[in-house]
């Protein structure tokens, strides 16, 4: 079964600090990624994905994600933190692409950037 | 384009009512798929809808029903409302069959009381 794990409940870092939101994952096959951040009362807004291809995947506002296949694990990161940036972040993934394979949330993790 | 959209936002509800929320999909997206949220569970699968046809189905009780029209809006029911339903209840679409990202709505928030 397929599952992912979001380590920290929070990230604490101070804006201008880089920031990094962990994530790893367990599937049977090829794994397909997703971030997703999600700010007070709005639903999930899509960050970036990774689904073959470069290791390194660069997003929406600045993130960007490092796929490490051996470590199975897919970090959230940006050079610099803004406090806008302070939100609910997920890691997802979809273990193939049946139309049986859902796609998991992990449990999320709470960024706080502070001034 | 316009995004997916959720109706209503916001909903009260006593033990024992049942509910139906909507959600309309992005223009040309025909996979449609519901999310409970809660502090305690987190995200949680609900059930996904294709080309009217449930496709995918969490682990939820049969209380939790749904359904998907031609035009690929979908409506979620739940029957029998227990003060544990209450979440914020998101919606996501996508394009073909979840592979891509989904596309979430701002969610209708439910209190059961």
């Known amino acids: 079964a397929q599952s992912v794990a979001q380590p920290e409940d929070q990230v604490n870092v101070a804006e201008g600090n880089p920031l990094t939101v962990k994530c790893t994952y367990s599937?049977?096959?090829?794994?397909?990624l997703f971030w997703y951040v999600q700010y007070p009362n709005r639903g999930l807004q899509f960050l970036l994905k990774?689904?073959?291809?470069?290791?390194l995947v660069k997003g929406s506002y600045g993130f960007e994600a490092e796929f490490n296949k051996s470590q199975t694990s897919f970090h959230l990161k940006k050079p610099s933190a803004l406090v806008s940036d302070s939100a609910l972040y997920f890691c997802?993934?979809?273990?193939?692409?049946?139309?049986?394979?859902?796609?998991?949330f992990g449990t999320g993790t709470r960024l706080q950037v502070f001034p | 384009k316009a995004g997916v959209t959720q109706t209503p936002r916001y909903l009260i509800k006593t033990r024992g009512q049942q509910v139906t929320l909507s959600c309309s999909p992005i223009?040309?997206?025909?996979?449609v798929s519901w999310y409970q949220q809660t502090p305690g569970q987190g995200l949680q699968f609900l059930f996904e809808y294709f080309s009217e046809t449930q496709r995918n189905k969490g682990n939820f009780p049969g209380r939790f029903s749904g359904r998907q029209f031609s035009n690929s809006r979908s409506e979620m029911n739940v029957s029998t409302l227990e003060l544990g339903d209450s979440a914020l209840y998101l919606c996501?679409?996508?394009?073909?069959?979840?592979?891509?990202?989904?596309?979430f709505g701002p969610g209708t928030r439910l209190t059961v009381l």
């Open positions: 223009s040309g997206h025909r996979s």
């Open positions: 990774y689904i073959t291809g470069d290791n």
């Open positions: 599937v049977s096959g090829n794994p397909y």
């Open positions: 996501a679409s996508s394009g073909v069959t979840g592979v891509l990202e989904q596309f």
């Open positions: 997802a993934v979809r273990g193939g692409w049946s139309n049986t394979d859902k796609l998991i």
